[in-house]
Structure formats: C-alpha cells, structure tokens
C-alpha cells in the first residue's frame, strides 16, 4: 500500500536543501577556489554546486510543498537581513574541506526559529537536519590523500569574503534526480509577524 501511494505525484519523496547564498561576485571568487582544488586533486565533484551555507536538510513528500513554503515565507518575513563574514579555511578531518562562516550568531538564531518547524518538514522516516555548524564546502566526500594533501595546503591559505544575507533559498531534488532545482526565496524582511502554535501543522 505505501508503495502505491509513493508512486502517485502528490507522494513522491523530495530531497530539499533550504540554503543561503552569496552574491554574484562572491559566487564566483569561490567557484573560482572550487575550481582550483577539484583540478589540483582530482576531485571534480568540487567543482559543481553553487557557493552557498546550508540550513537544513530534510526529504518530505511534495504535496507538503506548499505549507512548507508558507511557513518558511513567515520565518523568512521576521528574520532582519544580517551579514556574513568568510575568514580562511576549516576542516572536518578525512573528507571536508570549507571556508569557515566568522559570524554565527545571526544564523544559530535563524535555525532556532526554523526549528519550530520541524513537524513539518519530517516523515515517518526521516528528521529534517540543521546545520548549527555554519560553513561553506569547498570540497567534500574526499578520498583520504586529497583530503591530506588538500589540508596541508588549504589550512595555511587565506580568505576573506562577505555578504549580507537577505534571503533564504529552497531547493528541491526529486527522488532519483541527481541535481537540486530551486523552488521558492524566502526574504528576510524584518517584520513583526505572529504565528499560533497551530499553524505548525
């Protein structure tokens, strides 16, 4: 039975990412870091993929979609624009290398109030996952000597970069697709909005 209801198109199970991103030029100083290290380690999975810090991580059926978006509408509404500093580059030993968030006050407050979202955006299965460690990948799922190699000389390397956050991004990836399409910005727009517990489900 579950089966069944899975194949029809209301229930497929999505994949979402809900995302900040930086501005263009930003964008593209890191591609341009992304490119780099996927060409002097042979890593090209590096190379693909929009610079952006990820929030959350959650697989929900897609006819869920449109509640998810109006509840993340009315986070996104109360939320002030807050800027984000980029300072070098940090490590999750073995298989990550990222260029390190230097601000993380403004966004541990965000996944705070996305958090009182999470009974939407959780199946039977699976709970949704946020990021409290805010980064940035530059490269990840790395074999053990790209990752050495690549450690030794991105952990002497330098950078800088900011950007003021002022929206968030979903993104959405079918069950079997392979890439992630976006689906709805979400603006902050610093306004007093009032949400009842009920509206949560």
């Known amino acids: 039975m579950k089966d069944e209801m899975l194949s029809l198109p209301g229930y497929r199970l999505c994949d979402y990412l809900l995302v900040l991103q930086p501005h263009e ?27 952006q810090i990820t ?37 999750f030993p073995s298989h990550t290398i990222y260029i390190n968030v230097d601000t993380k006050v403004a966004t541990k407050l965000l996944i705070k109030h996305l958090k009182t979202a999470q009974q939407l955006l959780k199946t039977n299965e699976q709970k949704p996952h946020f990021i409290e460690d ?31 956050a002022n929206s968030m991004l979903l993104l959405r990836r079918p069950d079997g697709a392979k890439s992630y399409q976006p689906v709805q910005r979400f603006e902050f727009l610093n306004m007093p909005v009032v949400t009842k517990q009920g509206e949560l489900f």
């Open 25 to 51: 030029e930003l964008c593209n100083k890191i591609m341009h870091i992304k490119k780099e290290f996927a060409e002097k380690y042979q890593a090209p999975s590096a190379a693909f993929g929009r610079p």
């Open 55 to 91: 929030l959350a991580t959650f697989s929900q059926i897609l006819m869920m979609e449109d509640r998810i978006c109006n509840r993340l509408k009315m986070i996104g509404m109360a939320m002030p624009a807050f800027k984000i500093e980029l300072k070098d580059f940090g490590s």
């Open 134 to 164: 805010s980064h940035l990948t530059v490269a990840r799922k790395l074999l053990p000597w790209q990752f050495e190699k690549g450690w030794l000389e991105y952990s002497h390397k330098h950078f800088t970069g900011r950007f003021i």
